[in-house]
Structure formats: C-alpha cells, structure tokens
C-alpha cells in the first residue's frame, strides 16, 4: 500500500466543534468532531442518530467547509449522557475527500506529516501490522464467537474463536497459521436463532498465540454493516 493511500486511512484526531445536518430535517445539531479520515468519522452528539439505516448528512466544519456524504452509522455509545457514533461513508465524491484532507492538514499538519516520515522510515512485517489496524474504521467489539472457515488456497476446512470484530474485519484464533494473503470463505455463528452469518475476507497477519494456537487478523472483503448489526445485538 503506498503511504498516501495509509494517509488516507488512519484516523486523525481533531476534537472540534461543528454541526450536523440529517436529510429531510432542516435542524442543525451542535456535534463534536473526535476523529476523521477518508473512510469515517466520530462524533459525539446530544441527539439520537437513526442505526440500520443508511443517512444522507451534512458536517458544517469550521472555516466554512460543508462536507455533504451518504453514511451508515456503524456504532453507538454512551458515555455521561453523550451519543459516541461511529460513522462509515458508504459513498463519497471526490470533492468531498479534499475537503477532509484538508481539513485534517489544518488540524493535524504536523502528526500527518510525521506519520508520513515515519512510514518512510519504517517497513516490514510491523507496519503490514500497522495498516491493518489503520483500516479498523469502525470499533472494535469484544467478540467471543465460534466460524468454520474455507481456506481457498488449499480448500482446507478449519474452526475458529473470534476475540474481536468489526463490520471489516475480525480477529480469530485457530490451531493452525493461517499465513498473510491468504483468501478464506467465513461462516460465523451467531447466538440469535439465524443461519451463519458468511463473509469472505483475507488474512493481513498471523502470530503465535500459545502452544499450537495462532491469532489471525482478518480484513473483510467489504465492509458488512447488516451483519455487524446482528453481532452487536447478542455480545
């Protein structure tokens, strides 16, 4: 992956205030900005935000800069009586991605650029490991849930434990290495009476987690946000 493309990907911490637009509502609602990359955003905001659904909001930024996206929201919290949202962009145009790069220069010039001469400077085995939690654009859930899995490279059948998961990725324990690239077929178990929920998605790393045991990262070929629902509703 080129170090632009990380660029884009990581979150970028900014912590300023804003507003918020939903379609069809002409209220703006006071918001905070936490972090924002290409991929998402996270707010916290008094109101309640629609889940399961997708949303068409407006972000009025400072300096003027109306950052208008289509969105899912992948997550929700409450801490002191604030909503936490984590939200996807399930499409964005071009134009609007500037506005975001520019913005987080505004806001984050010199960590982008340090992250830049970091990526320049480092390589290998840990910044693979590095992009991979880059990519975790939702948060990460606690996940205790059992998946058989497809090896399609040898067609070799397997049984896994999830320790956590997101709509784009998961992480599981296996007996087995599974080894970076490696393309499987997922059918994970969910405690809610439905059929397993399938997914396909790619190996991104593998250690040894104890004796004959291996943790996986795993990165979902596309981001399943029905399927995260299901998850959140029984953990």
Request: one cysteine or more.
């Given at each position: 992956?080129?170090?632009?493309?990380?660029?884009?990907?990581?979150?970028?911490?900014?912590?300023?205030?804003?507003?918020?637009?939903?379609?069809?509502?002409?209220?703006?609602?006071?918001?905070?900005?936490k972090?924002?990359?290409?991929?998402?955003?996270?707010?916290?905001?008094a109101?309640?935000?629609?889940?399961?659904?997708?949303?068409?909001?407006?972000?009025?930024?400072?300096?003027?800069i109306?950052?208008?996206?289509?969105?899912?929201?992948?997550?929700?919290?409450?801490?002191?009586?604030?909503?936490?949202?984590?939200?996807?962009?399930?499409?964005?145009?071009?134009?609007?991605?500037?506005?975001?790069?520019?913005?987080?220069?505004?806001?984050?010039?010199?960590?982008?650029?340090?992250?830049?001469?970091?990526?320049?400077?480092?390589?290998?085995?840990?910044?693979?490991?590095?992009?991979f939690?880059?990519?975790?654009?939702?948060?990460?859930?606690?996940?205790?849930?059992?998946?058989?899995?497809?090896?399609?490279?040898?067609?070799?059948?397997?049984?896994?434990?999830?320790?956590?998961?997101?709509?784009?990725?998961?992480?599981?324990v296996?007996?087995?290495?599974?080894?970076?690239?490696?393309?499987?077929?997922?059918?994970?178990?969910?405690?809610?009476?439905?059929?397993?929920?399938?997914?396909?998605?790619?190996?991104?790393?593998?250690?040894?987690?104890?004796?004959?045991?291996?943790?996986?990262?795993i990165?979902?070929?596309?981001?399943?946000?029905?399927?995260?629902?299901?998850?959140?509703?029984?953990?």
């Amino acid at each position: 992956m080129a170090p632009q493309d990380r660029r884009n990907i990581v979150r970028w911490p900014v912590n300023v205030d804003a507003k918020l637009k939903v379609a069809d509502s002409s209220a703006l609602l006071p918001c905070q900005i936490k972090d924002i990359n290409l991929k998402g955003i996270q707010i916290s905001l008094a109101e309640k935000l629609e889940k399961d659904k997708f949303l068409k909001l407006s972000f009025f930024l400072p300096e003027s800069i109306v950052l208008d996206v289509e969105a899912w929201v992948a997550w929700q919290k409450v801490i002191d009586n604030v909503n936490i949202y984590g939200i996807y962009f399930s499409k964005i145009k071009g134009s609007e991605k500037e506005k975001i790069y520019n913005f987080v220069y505004k806001y984050c010039g010199d960590k982008v650029k340090k992250h830049v001469w970091q990526e320049t400077k480092e390589g290998g085995e840990k910044m693979q490991k590095q992009d991979f939690e880059d990519r975790r654009i939702f948060a990460r859930f606690p996940a205790n849930l059992s998946l058989k899995f497809l090896n399609l490279s040898n067609n070799a059948e397997g049984q896994a434990q999830t320790f956590d998961i997101s709509a784009k990725g998961l992480g599981m324990v296996t007996e087995e290495r599974l080894h970076p690239n490696t393309p499987l077929e997922m059918w994970l178990n969910i405690p809610d009476r439905g059929e397993p929920l399938y997914a396909r998605g790619e190996v991104v790393w593998s250690n040894n987690y104890e004796q004959n045991r291996f943790r996986s990262g795993i990165e979902l070929e596309k981001a399943d946000l029905m399927g995260m629902a299901r998850v959140l509703r029984t953990i």
